[in-house]
């Protein structure tokens, strides 16, 4: 193709994709499906075989939406109903549900015999509606001997077991802060209602024997989203995977750094400039008898702003043998090439093949590398698998995950240099056979503030059950050292029970470097015990 067609190509697929149509394309919205219909489109146009579900493009899955609050609250003591978010909340763990019955007051709701506390000693909650204080015995700081206790959910947890029908939390305590309310999938539901008194009001209405209704509604859906899969097939026995994920924020996801009312994240850079390079590498390699080495295979992901969803289910449902894999090549946010001709190469760690990127003139780019497998991008979900991945980045800038990465602001001569940068690569490997994989050294994924020290895994963002799942270890980090593997599943750290997502990360927090805790892994469904050292 001369390069002005593939110049106004790109620029073509780019305006479609990031219009406003689409809505930001959030994965399991309509937008997101516009997305995919499109690209399947344009793999069919490119003579790609289909390769998702049952002969077509389209790969679906589910993943459990953003809970929202429906509208069926309700909560009544004595005589007086209270009105939600003024008077009280719903706290995010809670059950969908409804209870009647008498109030109990069970002090902070803690059972602790290895300190000899016991809050309901002498009590019978069996059902009762139970009032407890988000305190402890001992305050809410990091060094409460009380520490593994403090979570809200695990005490409602406890209380349900002991035959409460639904838990009323106050705070009597001036130190200690007010619960999070905020709604998110890595919150897991608990068994019973849990509501939060805000304010005071509690001293009037939290009485003995008081008499309390309450209904409580979250809303927790399932979603459907599409990965789309093509193949260019030459008949050979090593395939190459060429990725770009196509979902966006929608109208200001987890994630984005817009503040203030909703508004649509169009995602140009983010990431409609790596599926417009794919679609021109499914135009460009069907050309190039020279790249008959290989089958390609093309995969928008979608998911990917929500933690590489569609990537990480393509690799645990893939559609091409794992093992038939050669590399992968990833694109995300490549539309931003800037005058210093400056590119990002990240993940050439996991092959010396990888050398091949340094001496490579077309495109005349300035390329700098990084060697980590694991980044914020789906390469990581096919190094997790042992395959030779890197990521392809033009790098971030003011707009990123932003209402106003818009389209005017791409670079598509840039874009155009990259593709013919990556197609270079392919001939320059097309001759090497199948890639050796090589592990690298791994920067802190849990590197964020709140954390001072790390596990070194990485979570599976998609598995939906109790605990947190391990996707992927880092050598010599502390995981590693105990001895874990990936499929182990941690459900207890420290002494804190790790319900889901959230609560292993609540448990990390309490952690100094340097501190060995205990941790309980289920492995082929087996609790398994062990230390960590962080
Ligand atoms: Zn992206």
Redesign the pocket.
């Known amino acids: 193709m001369l390069d002005a067609d593939v110049l106004e190509q790109m620029q073509y697929d780019v305006k479609y994709l990031a219009s406003d149509r689409l809505e930001g394309r959030e994965a399991g919205t309509p937008g997101e499906k516009l997305a995919a219909d499109y690209i399947a489109a344009k793999f069919g146009n490119s003579g790609l075989m289909p390769y998702g579900d049952s002969t077509t493009y389209l790969q679906a899955f589910t993943f459990q939406a953003e809970p929202v609050l429906g509208p069926d609250q309700f909560l009544q003591i004595g005589r007086s109903t209270l009105k939600l978010d003024e008077a009280y909340a719903v706290l995010p763990f809670s059950a969908t549900g409804s209870a009647r019955g008498k109030l109990m007051k069970a002090g902070y709701g803690i059972q602790a015999p290895d300190l000899d506390m016991d809050n309901y000693k002498d009590l019978d909650p069996k059902g009762k509606i139970v009032a407890l204080s988000i305190s402890s015995p001992d305050g809410v700081h990091p060094h409460s001997k009380y520490l593994a206790y403090h979570d809200l959910k695990a005490r409602a947890e406890k209380a349900a077991e002991l035959g409460a029908i639904a838990v009323v939390f106050y705070n009597d305590d001036p130190t200690a802060e007010e619960p999070a309310f905020d709604m998110s999938p890595k919150v897991k539901s608990c068994t019973i209602p849990v509501v939060f008194m805000i304010g005071d009001a509690r001293s009037e209405l939290l009485l003995e024997n008081n008499p309390v209704v309450l209904r409580t509604d979250i809303q927790r859906t399932e979603r459907t989203a599409f990965n789309v899969v093509g193949m260019l097939d030459n008949g050979k026995d090593n395939v190459v995977v060429i990725g770009a994920?196509f979902d966006?924020l929608g109208y200001g996801d987890e994630g984005s750094l817009h503040r203030g009312d909703p508004e649509i994240h169009n995602?140009a850079d983010?990431?409609a400039s790596?599926v417009a390079v794919l679609l021109q590498l499914t135009r460009d390699l069907l050309e190039m008898d020279e790249a008959r080495q290989n089958d390609y295979l093309f995969i928008a992901f979608t998911g990917?702003?929500k933690g590489l969803y569609g990537s990480n289910y393509w690799t645990k449902h893939p559609t091409v043998p794992i093992a038939d894999l050669n590399y992968m090549i990833n694109l995300?946010?490549v539309g931003r090439l800037d005058s210093t001709g400056a590119i990002g190469i990240n993940g050439v760690g996991t092959s010396p093949a990888w050398n091949a990127v340094d001496h490579i003139l077309v495109g005349d780019l300035k390329v700098k590398t990084t060697t980590s497998g694991i980044g914020p991008?789906d390469h990581t979900s096919f190094y997790l698998q042992d395959v030779p991945a890197i990521h392809f980045f033009t790098g971030t800038h003011a707009d990123y995950h932003k209402p106003s990465d818009d389209e005017e602001k791409i670079n598509y001569d840039g874009m155009l240099r990259v593709t013919r940068y990556i197609e270079s690569l392919i001939l320059e490997l097309g001759d090497e056979g199948k890639l050796p994989f090589t592990k690298t050294e791994e920067v802190n994924t849990e590197n964020t503030p709140r954390f001072k020290v790390t596990l070194g895994v990485v979570p599976d963002y998609l598995y939906d059950g109790k605990g947190m799942r391990i996707d992927g270890i880092t050598e010599g980090k502390p995981a590693a050292n105990a001895d874990l593997k990936v499929g182990d599943i941690v459900v207890k750290l420290g002494d804190v029970e790790v319900p889901d997502m959230m609560g292993y990360m609540k448990a990390l927090s309490a952690f100094e470097k340097g501190a060995t805790a205990p941790i309980v892994v289920l492995r082929d469904g087996k609790e398994f015990s062990t230390s960590v050292t962080f």
């Open positions: 994920h966006h995602g983010d990431n790596g990917e702003e995300d946010m991008s």
